[in-house]
């Protein structure tokens, strides 16, 4: 909910910024006029360019074009009345576009900054050569239980199993434990996730196997293995897409970092310390 109206406040920003009726005219479809004002295409792919794939895809539906349109002229008729009731001549009202206006120049200045980042293959093939523990996959079990609260169920259920019953169906059918929906299945994990005892036992057991009774403080479990994987580094393969994120990330960090301190500096900013108190 934060995220959405996060969003939503992010489009009312850039409407705002926008909506002078001196709007100049853009060579693209005119999809909706206001009065004298076009709204086309390219204004409608402005609003939403910065916008995240999942926001982005809802308005390009063309129910959702619609809704965004809507708003558009919602947005541009009031404006239109502000300006004729002269409310953007109020000094607080000039303030407020004034932060907008900045807002949208800063993104706009960040992202040029950040756009001149490149991340060649060199950089992340080193990267994966200086931080191979960063990559390395302990070894990991795929494994069932079924966990009931008394000694005397687990036995009941061993008998079961050992007539033959399935295990995924006795866990749907008698287990405590919220996997019990998925037959007991808890998936692939390391070792440090489980109790102590489970985990042991888990990790003991060979593929196919399931395990005598094992106590612990949720209750009498039987475990079955259902797969392993043994301890191993990622392939460089398997994680230059995570690399070349993180790298990006860092280069973004320090390049805005460095921006900041040159301007400060070349700008001579500031602070008047006893003013703020």
Known sequence: MLRKTTYTVAILVVLL???????????????AKVGKIKITQDYLNSITEDMPPMYRARWATPEGKRQLLERIIDMKLFSQEAHRLKLDRDPKVKLKIENMTERVLSSEYTKHLTAQINIGEDDLKNYYQNNKSEFQQPEQVKARHILVKTEQEAKAIKKELKKGKDFADLAKEKSTCPSKGRGGDLGWF???????????????????????????????HIVKLEDRREAKRKTFDEVKARIKMKLRQQREKETIEEAKARLRKELKVEIFEEALK
């Open 17 to 31: 910024v926008t909506v002078s009726p001196l709007v100049a005219e853009e060579k693209d479809k005119v999809l």
């Open 190 to 220: 390391g070792r440090g996730k489980m109790a102590p005892e489970f985990e042991k036992a888990a990790f003991n057991l060979k593929k196919g196997e399931v395990s005598g009774i094992v106590h612990t403080k949720f209750g009498y």
